[in-house]
């Protein structure tokens, strides 16, 4: 069998064709290279290196081979709006993923026989560009300016940082790879050892701070290219993953040294030591980088305003908060880092087209009751000033700003903009029927980058509002965390921060009064988040963890979320739900509307089981119909059986290749976790 680049089964790279397009298109994030150089005009001047790291920009959400490279935005279902989906945030249709189904049932999760996670095509070719780059910037053979030509090349480092991030959230542990390799069996074969996931993190903080150095304040292409304040609000992200994933698997196989850790099974890990001498060490070290890193972007960059305006008609003020999120080119918004522009003669996308009625997307009934009350109470709490949730617009009633605006209610303004009359939302959102634009999965409608101008919801291909991709509130948040982690108090740095988070909001700053109201029982049954380990988080840590779900609603930061925090544990036979449809509003529908079983076709879920919709359980045939379970070995991905067979000495005895299975994975095409 021919070896090939890393071990993978497709040759990756051919080094005759560089991509390469003209800067004037540099600033558009998903730009096909229409052309290449010849290997002679390599990396000959900086108008090259951008056009050649700019194609690793873009890739598709969740895709094997795009891995690591920004969001995609081409379809309503994949887009970084939707990747809450199937957590206690979100629902996609009347489906879920995999990662919830356990021990035999229909539908698990299985190891495959080629693919998955276990990918190096992005970093050969990135490590490709850093090695010709840097040797063609030494030696004086880049024309161009030098503060460009070092710009172009921290943005290599940084996009190999995110690529390797990537597989440090899905693998855990991974090979680090600095150079491209040749395609010869040994070499190819001793690299494919897997370093310990701290080594990896540690390794995506060293070229993070690589990039730092060589990247300028403001980029060539504005806020539609990587800057300083991208890498450094990287590196935080990086940081704090990292640390709070130690933290919460300590002791188990999915952390270096802990009970069961494959890696001790080959000598190259089996003496394994932390850096710093012990786990704690390790954890917090990556704190004081994430607080470090992200305190540079949070007291630099402030926060938009939020003027607490909901358009009902062209007159009324815009909301600078609400349309940074829907707008065609949000640059001019302090909080912007980095964002991602359209234009229809290059590309598409489907968001608002899709979204007009749904996009058989919706949050769910866990999410709502996450959201504080204006006075800083839970809805809970004595007093809190709750109206309830029998009418979907009740639930916005003195509530969180946050709820109010990015969460579409029966009878709220629809388009505004380029119509003649205002249009609205129907009084009975429409519940997972055919027609994707005009339905809904639970009945709380997305509205977290929903314009409110009819071009871009009219016709598939109109819609070139942007994609934020990194923002200054996740550096506030972030820090809050990670001091919090650390010291176990809010110092005054993360009071500053929160407060301001909360006022944005319309949320009463004294964060204070809401942790002395929060009961952790009654949070633990709406929010995954209130949970690490199978155990329920103190007061202060989860309302800290409630700030980060209620501020990135709809922005697809829940699955890591989860994942770092251990917060799955717990789940089993767990029912996601939407609105309360089994009450005042099952009277908004026309008779035999609501079908449910044993209705021959079914389109909701029995009152019998909730009078909240339950779009899980609207047929007994749905693999999901008796809830959400977890097993520990979900918390990574399985590597295919494949990688083993190449890198093993006879092609056939996978025991003899240095790779080792995630925890709780058997090295069969087909076999479930078991652990």
């Not at 497709?10 to 998903?30: H, P, Y």
């Not at 709406?526 to 980060?548: C, F, H, M």
């Not at 918390?635 to 093993?648: E, G, K, M, R």
Request: proline residues 5%.
């Amino acid at each position: 069998m021919k070896t090939n680049v890393y071990l993978q089964t497709v040759k990756v790279f051919a080094l005759g064709a560089i991509a390469f397009f003209s800067t004037s298109c540099n600033e558009f994030l998903d730009i096909v290279p229409p052309s290449s150089v010849s290997p002679e005009m390599y990396f000959k001047t900086d108008d090259q290196l951008a056009s050649y790291v700019i194609a690793y920009y873009i890739g598709v959400l969740n895709n094997d081979e795009t891995g690591g490279r920004f969001p995609g935005y081409e379809e309503s279902s994949t887009t970084l709006y939707y990747d809450d989906k199937a957590t206690d945030n979100g629902l996609f249709k009347n489906a879920a993923n995999n990662r919830y189904l356990i021990n035999g049932m229909s539908g698990e999760w299985l190891v495959g026989s080629s693919g998955g996670k276990w990918i190096f095509n992005n970093i050969y070719n990135l490590n490709y560009f850093l090695r010709v780059a840097n040797e063609n910037f030494n030696s004086g053979q880049i024309a161009g300016s030098a503060e460009n030509i070092k710009h172009y090349i921290g943005e290599g480092y940084f996009l190999r940082a995110q690529e390797y991030f990537y597989r440090l959230r899905t693998l855990g542990d991974f090979p680090i790879i600095t150079t491209p390799l040749p395609d010869i069996k040994d070499s190819l074969v001793f690299h494919s050892r897997r370093s310990p996931r701290n080594e990896v993190a540690r390794f995506i903080l060293s070229d993070l701070d690589q990039a730092i150095s060589y990247l300028k304040d403001v980029s060539p292409g504005g806020k539609t290219r990587i800057s300083k304040n991208t890498a450094l609000l990287l590196k935080a992200r990086v940081a704090l993953f990292e640390a709070t994933w130690e933290k919460y698997h300590a002791g188990t196989a999915l952390v270096p040294n802990g009970a069961g850790w494959p890696g001790k099974s080959k000598d190259y890990n089996a003496n394994y030591q932390f850096p710093g001498g012990s786990i704690e060490n390790e954890i917090n070290y990556f704190l004081d980088q994430a607080m470090d890193a992200s305190a540079k972007v949070a007291d630099a960059v402030a926060l938009v305003n939020n003027n607490n305006v909901i358009r009902e008609q062209l007159s009324d003020p815009t909301n600078p908060y609400y349309d940074m999120f829907a707008c065609v080119d949000p640059s001019a918004y302090s909080e912007v880092i980095l964002c991602r522009n359209f234009r229809k003669d290059v590309s598409m996308h489907i968001y608002n087209s899709n979204l007009v009625g749904g996009g058989s997307y919706g949050h769910t009934k866990q999410l709502e009751k996450a959201f504080l009350m204006q006075n800083g109470l839970p809805i809970y709490a004595s007093n809190s000033g709750y109206k309830g949730d029998d009418r979907i617009q009740d639930t916005k009633t003195d509530r969180d700003w946050r709820w109010r605006l990015f969460m579409k209610a029966p009878g709220e303004v629809r388009k505004v903009e380029n119509v003649s009359v205002v249009e609205y939302f129907p009084d009975a959102p429409a519940i997972l029927t055919n027609d994707a634009r005009q339905s809904t999965s639970t009945g709380y409608l997305q509205g977290k980058g929903y314009s409110l101008d009819a071009v871009m919801g009219a016709l598939i291909g109109n819609d070139v509002t942007t994609l934020i991709i990194f923002r200054a509130a996740e550096a506030y948040l972030t820090y809050l965390e990670a001091s919090y982690l650390k010291t176990g108090t809010i110092d005054s740095k993360a009071d500053r921060y929160w407060r301001a988070l909360r006022e944005r909001s319309g949320v009463d700053p004294d964060w204070q009064k809401t942790v002395a109201a929060t009961d952790m029982e009654t949070e633990g049954l709406n929010d995954w988040g209130a949970y690490s380990k199978g155990q329920l988080v103190d007061p202060t840590l989860y309302n800290i963890r409630r700030e980060r779900r209620c501020e990135f609603i709809g922005e697809g930061y829940r699955p890591d979320d989860l994942l770092r925090w251990r917060a799955m544990d717990q789940l089993n036979g767990y029912q996601i739900e939407g609105c309360k449809l089994w009450g005042p509003l099952q009277h908004e529908y026309k008779e035999g509307e609501l079908a449910y079983l044993p209705a021959t076709s079914p389109t909701v879920s029995s009152p019998a089981l909730s009078e909240y919709l339950r779009p899980l359980q609207i047929v007994q045939t749905n693999n999901f119909y008796n809830g959400f379970y977890f097993t520990q070995a979900h918390y990574l991905h399985p590597i295919a059986v494949n990688h083993f067979l190449i890198s093993s000495s006879d092609g056939v005895s996978v025991d003899t290749s240095p790779i080792y299975q995630n925890p709780g994975w058997p090295i069969n095409a087909g076999g479930g976790a078991k652990d």
